[in-house]
């Protein structure tokens, strides 16, 4: 029998209608509300940084994964470093003593050794660890109200995490001040290597890939670590040595290296070799879009500060910087910083005006950047460090900073 169009139509509606069940599964559910989101995890409790780091490091040392590890395990600690500036400082000093005495009280099957590149040839296993300023509820733009602990062990041989421990700190009691080596660097120097320690640290679990930068610098790290500790403890000359090998091992042409040179070198008063060293972390940092110098300014004022062991090199590290860009026929941006003391207008323009004095000493040293330098100021927006301590623990957030620009055009702020 041949039906039309019309009657299919009417045939299916019929067996909707007749089919129990079958018309009300054409109907749509009515929309059922979301469940409400789940409150977000609250904060840590910090605690004082004794209980914290002990926390830290028990659950690093008793859950590390040791599966097929020998009897006795060969520990050594690349130095702990501030997780946004890379620094070592009194606090990360203490840090490492208090591991080293809890390993070798509670962990025997762990042998601590230096960390040196003889011992790092073997593969062993490695601690690294980030102590940070943080806002403890997580605001950005808070008040740094606590320290993040963060320690991790690294198996060199299988370059893999093996263990992780975490903790919150109180910040009373805690020294951040820089270490002589960092204290006295004349520039911002974190770099990548810096960079691929804290990715390890802070951005793994366990079970994952030790950051392959990490794993290839490990060797240069240890030589680092030589020329930082002579450079502490007033050892110029072993220092340089230190930094100096370092420079013809693989992957050592990094900034903390080549500042090392610079710093052992003005140390022992062999002022053209340290200027020759100054001009590389100069080219480094050009070559990388940014560089930070720490020149420090009387508090509201446009003038370096008055003692003069301290604005000594400045002259010359203006010279420099000048003579460099000037050889590269590029084009810089000045930009001043400052800490958060102040109201943040006065700031603004403060930052503007010393950016500009820098701007101003640039030109007067090479003619020829007239016009291709400009002049702007962040006030306290950019703070690196962030405890508003005002001390030589945040000094980086009265930096100024020297970005690579376009030429023919400004970037933003004072334009010459």
Known sequence: MKMSRGSLGLMLCVICSTVPG???????????????????P?????????????????DLFSKANLNGAPDKVTLVIDPLIDGVTGAQSKATHLEEKRITDLVKSSYP?????????????????????????????????????AYRICLALADMKTKTI?????????????????????????????????????????????GDTVDQAYADRIVVASLVNDG???????????????YQSAAKTPGGQQLRVFNGIYLANAKLRRTRAAMDAFGKVVDYGLSSDKLAVKFLFKPGSTLFVSDRNLRAP??????????????????????GH??????????DRLSVLRADYIKDRLEDNEKSLRGRLVASGKGSREMIVGTGRDDASDVLDRRVEFKVSPCGGAPGGRST
């Not at 450079?231 to 000359?237: F, N, Q, S």
């Not at 590269?328 to 941006?333: A, D, H, I, N, T």
């Not at 400052?338 to 700031?347: E, I, K, W, Y």
């Open 42 to 58: 609250p904060p840590p409790t910090p605690v004082p940084l004794d209980a914290a780091l002990l926390k830290a490091a028990n």
């Open 228 to 242: 930082i500790e002579a450079y502490d403890a007033g050892r110029y000359r072993d220092a340089l040595d230190a």
């Open 338 to 347: 400052t800490s958060a003391t102040g109201l943040p207008a006065v700031n």
């Open 109 to 145: 099957r762990f042998e601590v050794a230096r960390f040196s590149s003889d011992v790092v040839s073997k593969a062993p296993v490695v601690l690294i660890g980030t102590f940070t300023a943080v806002n403890n509820a997580g605001v950005a733009g808070g008040a740094k109200d």
């Open 162 to 206: 093996i263990s992780k421990g975490v903790a919150r700190a109180l910040p009373e009691g805690i020294d951040p001040t820089p270490a002589a080596f960092f204290n006295d660097s004349p520039v911002f120097a974190k770099d990548a290597s810096t960079d691929s320690y804290i990715k390890t640290c802070q951005g793994t679990k366990v």
């Open 314 to 335: 400045y002259d010359a590290w203006l010279e420099k910087i000048a003579e460099r860009t000037a050889a590269k026929q590029g084009c810089l941006e000045v930009v």
């Open 22 to 40: 079958l018309a009300q599964a054409q109907t749509p559910a009515p929309a059922q509300a979301p469940p409400p989101a789940a409150s977000p």
